[in-house]
């Protein structure tokens, strides 16, 4: 197949003068070299795009592709990472990873923990913060913990967003709503085991590949995996791969797989979740696109820790977006 790759590629826009953490969840150019190189290797032709304006133009060029390899995160608002989806499906033109519903509603944390709810997966107890006089109506109990609504690779996720008296909810989440220009996510703090599952497939076919446990290491910022851990990660964190025989680890499977059921993601992604005081596990959030670098990234990572290839992983995600390309018709 001619599989165009879209992405936003970090070094595009630190040139474009937008600073370290605005491109943070941006990929590396390594990771597309890696991701074009899989695709060549497994026989198909790889054609990188780039990001959602190169997309525009080379449509407008007449340009189509049998199926587009999409991990564009895109730069502005809640339904940025549904930017590059939406404007495929309206060429008929099928993609890897979910549909722009699901990626504008799994970006928006609290929308997503509603929904995730609504089908009985557990969520911490939180609340939505759109402006300080909200921070008054936070009536859940210390500590707290606190986050942009919308944001991935742990921005604006530091130390400090563990919160345990209203002088400091008040100061972090004035800091977060100038900064961030978005509401905060305020939800209880889970002070437990923090793990990551990794999923491939879609709908029924979805199945958990396993569970990696995040071990902060001397030196990390303590009880939160922060946007500094996450970006030093080789020196901060321990990735422990943990098996189904710790009933801990079973449970947090299962719900990482009922949430990503529920919310209807496809393909391959991770579910992030953490033990609350209870030691009852808890959904944080979803990635529907998770980072696909060979070694940095945490589904690949966990991959690596199972003895399943780089190559087999990039297979399983095309393996399963093909299974949308609309076969042709047989004739009468």
């Not at 599989?3 to 953490?21: C, F, H, N, P, S």
């Not at 499977?253 to 009852?280: E, I, K, N, S, Y």
Request: glycine share 8%; hydrophobic share 45%; net charge negative.
């Amino acid at each position: 197949m001619r599989v165009g790759i879209t992405y936003d590629l970090r070094q595009d826009y630190l040139a474009m003068g937008y600073g370290e953490e605005e491109a943070g969840e941006f990929d590396r150019a390594d990771t597309i070299d890696a991701i074009a190189q899989t695709l060549a290797d497994l026989g198909h032709a790889p054609d990188r795009v780039g990001h959602v304006r190169r997309l525009v133009e080379r449509l407008a060029q007449g340009e189509r592709w049998d199926l587009v390899f999409n991990i564009a995160e895109g730069l502005r608002g809640y339904a940025r990472e549904a930017q590059v989806p939406a404007l495929l499906e309206a060429y008929d033109i099928p993609y890897t990873f979910s549909d722009p519903l699901v990626l504008a509603l799994t970006l928006h944390k609290g929308h997503c923990n509603r929904l995730a709810r609504s089908f009985g997966v557990p969520v911490a107890d939180f609340s939505v913060v759109r402006t300080l006089a909200d921070v008054e109506r936070v009536t859940l109990p210390y500590p707290l913990f606190a986050k942009p609504i919308a944001e991935g690779t742990g921005k604006g996720v530091a130390a400090d967003s563990i919160i345990r008296e209203p002088a400091a909810l008040a100061a972090v989440c004035g800091r977060l709503l100038a900064r961030f220009e978005q509401p905060v996510l305020v939800e209880t703090y889970l002070p437990g085991r923090e793990f990551t599952v990794g999923v491939v497939g879609t709908g029924e076919r979805a199945r958990a590949l396993g569970a990696l446990e995040i071990v902060l290491l001397a030196g990390a910022e303590a009880g939160v995996y922060s946007y500094v851990n996450k970006e030093r990660c080789e020196e901060l964190v321990h990735y422990a791969l943990v098996s189904d025989d710790d009933p801990v680890v079973r449970e947090a499977t299962a719900v990482a797989l009922h949430a990503w059921r529920a919310l209807g993601c496809r393909d391959a992604g991770r579910v992030d979740l953490r033990q609350d005081a209870a030691g009852a596990v808890r959904f944080l959030e979803v990635n529907p696109l998770a980072g696909l670098h060979p070694e940095h990234s945490d589904l690949p990572i966990l991959c690596q820790r199972l003895g399943v290839p780089y190559q087999q992983l990039i297979a399983w995600i095309v393996e399963s977006a093909a299974e949308r390309i609309p076969r042709p018709a047989r004739p009468a």
